[in-house]
């Protein structure tokens, strides 16, 4: 459906990726569906932790959602005694994704099929005709109904955020962040109870590193958006840094509010119109909310998560993978509990500027989509990630691509190319 | 008390729907929020979200300026492939209240076409609308689009 040719696998010889050249990313990784089947079975179904819920989002016992790590889907399940399993959304018989709406409250899953029961755990608890009918059939007498429940998936939660893995993380959720993208990530919700506002969810054309490299990256932001850089909302003249976590798998880009001024810099953005104003400047009110000076905050946590923090808009961001092409951008907004109705409507203006519609987001959809467009039918081209110079390092401007080589170099790492 | 709106009403409310269509697929976007009350909302939300009580929208707009301020940015500020889009509207069913608003839902469809690509199924859904009798004619006051799939295809532009 997209613009886009097929994926063709390419040779082994244009598959060279030289150890020394992180600074240039090969174009063979957005399209070859080897590469793509390496990716799930070594990123996503690997030893990582893979954002899959808010806890708000299930407050119940029996309360549940939909969710997916790279292109898998899981359940994310309350149970009885206050805890949150996930588990694979795969019936322990036939296969069958038994789950079809996307958030709900039940006391236990039932399969359609041959209405096989689970309990909120993902233990097996009901298989009908299990000792035959008038005795006949049935399942073998040697039949464990405790080792055929669903595929449970290990658990990490921190200040309502779920986190899921397939492997088996040999790093606490706290570790596996590290000490500086932990204090981000607690900025925004330690001691605070989450409501969430609402879903949005678009497919976007590309391969899903674009996104990864598109929220790493700074420098774009002052040239591709109009909206973030007329309003002075993030920009490169501004007091900004981009973090990494000393894996450079995680990153954070941080940056405070300037004005709509002429200056060296924005003389260099053809994208500042100085005159540009708002027929209702109610949709740019930000009031401000955490501590320090920082006005956006864009955190990156390897290998499927965006949190947003810009003005009083919030997100979470997760990416979830549709084949070498395609991946589904899924946007949950939140507030706070304690938000007065003002806050509560500035977060719904704000949110103009976010989603599939969104001011700001709409040019990164659509370049990732022309991207995408450029780099599959040009498998032994490459691309090139060397603004800033060729090293993985935290810096304290925006003039840099160097979160991206961070991600690039962990990348590597884990998938062994 | 409500009541069903003569017949005179019914061609002026699908007049309306035409001219708002027509706006949006012919690239008249200056037209569109001369269709509404200056005092007025407009919001794009899935399905999945309206069933909730979820109030996050994709387009959020609360006065006729807001409205302005999305066509500024899809004629101005924001970066996109250029597409070509067709809203079609049918089945709608309206009634009047005593005091004279006029509340009105119909089923829509929009498809899309990108550059070099066929033509594709882009957004379906249904318009909840309350209009006004205004000097000039009929205005949206509320115009609330509920669509059915949440997942967009890339990106969503141009008004539904």
């Not at chain 1, 909302?233 to 940056?255: C, I, K, N």
């Amino acid at each position: 459906m997209g613009p886009l040719l097929g994926d063709k696998p390419p040779s082994e010889e244009r598959r060279h990726w030289p150890a020394d050249r992180t600074s240039r990313v090969p174009f063979w990784i957005y399209s070859d569906p080897e590469i793509y089947r390496l990716e799930q079975e070594r990123i996503f179904a690997g030893p990582s932790w893979s954002y899959v819920a808010l806890e708000a989002e299930i407050p119940r016992a029996g309360d549940f959602k939909r969710s997916d790590i790279g292109d898998k889907p899981v359940i994310v399940v309350r149970d009885e005694a206050g805890g949150v399993n996930v588990v694979a959304n795969r019936c322990a018989h036939r296969g069958v994704a038994f789950c079809q709406q996307a958030q709900g409250n039940v006391k236990e899953f039932l399969c359609p099929y041959h209405q096989w029961t689970y309990d909120l755990r993902g233990n097996l608890i009901g298989v009908p005709f299990r000792r035959g009918y008038r005795g006949q059939g049935g399942m073998p007498a040697d039949f464990a109904v405790e080792a055929n429940g669903l595929q449970k998936l290990r658990v990490a939660r921190r200040h309502g955020a779920v986190f899921a893995s397939f492997g088996e993380p040999e790093e606490s959720l706290e570790d596996y962040l590290g000490p500086l993208m932990l204090g981000y990530f607690d900025r925004v919700f330690a001691g605070r109870e989450l409501v969430p506002l609402g879903g949005m969810r678009q497919r976007i054309r590309s391969n899903w590193k674009l996104m990864a490299e598109n929220i790493k990256d700074p420098y774009h932001a002052s040239l591709l958006h109009v909206f973030l850089v007329t309003f002075g909302l993030f920009r490169l003249d501004q007091r900004s840094s981009v973090e990494m976590d000393e894996t450079g798998r995680h990153a954070v880009l941080v940056s405070r509010k300037g004005e709509q001024a002429v200056n060296d810099a924005t003389r260099q953005m053809r994208s500042f119109k100085p005159d540009f104003t708002l027929n209702d400047a109610r949709l740019l009110d930000p009031v401000r909310e955490f501590a320090g000076d920082a006005t956006v905050v864009m955190q990156t946590l390897w290998p499927n998560l965006i949190i947003q923090q810009q003005s009083n808009t919030l997100a979470m961001r997760q990416l979830v993978t549709r084949g070498p092409s395609a991946f589904d951008l899924v946007w949950t907004f939140f507030g706070y509990a304690d938000d007065t109705p003002e806050m509560r409507r500035r977060r719904l203006r704000q949110a103009n500027l976010m989603g599939p519609s969104g001011y700001v987001s709409i040019d990164d959809s659509e370049v990732m989509m022309a991207s995408q467009a450029g780099i599959s039918p040009y498998p032994g081209a490459e691309g090139l990630f060397e603004m800033g110079g060729r090293e993985a390092r935290s810096e304290d401007h925006m003039v840099t691509e160097g979160a991206i080589r961070g991600f690039y170099r962990h990348y590597r790492r884990v998938m062994g190319i | 008390m409500t009541a069903a709106p003569s017949l005179e009403l019914r061609l002026a409310i699908e007049d309306l729907n035409s001219a708002y269509c027509a706006a949006l697929d012919d690239g008249r976007y200056e037209e569109w929020p001369e269709l509404f009350a200056e005092d007025c909302l407009y919001r794009i939300v899935p399905r999945d979200n309206y069933e909730r009580d979820l109030p996050i929208a994709l387009m959020h707009c609360e006065s006729k300026g807001m409205l302005k301020d999305r066509v500024i940015a899809v004629r101005q500020t924001a970066f996109y492939l250029p597409r070509f889009l067709r809203h079609i509207v049918s089945g709608i069913r309206s009634t009047v209240e005593a005091d004279g608003t006029i509340r009105s839902t119909a089923n829509y469809l929009v498809v899309q076409t990108l550059p070099e690509q066929p033509t594709e199924l882009f957004n379906s859904g249904r318009y909840l609308d309350v209009i006004l009798r205004e000097e000039g004619g009929l205005r949206f006051k509320e115009r609330l689009c509920v669509f059915d799939s949440i997942v967009v295809p890339n990106s969503l532009v141009v008004p539904i």
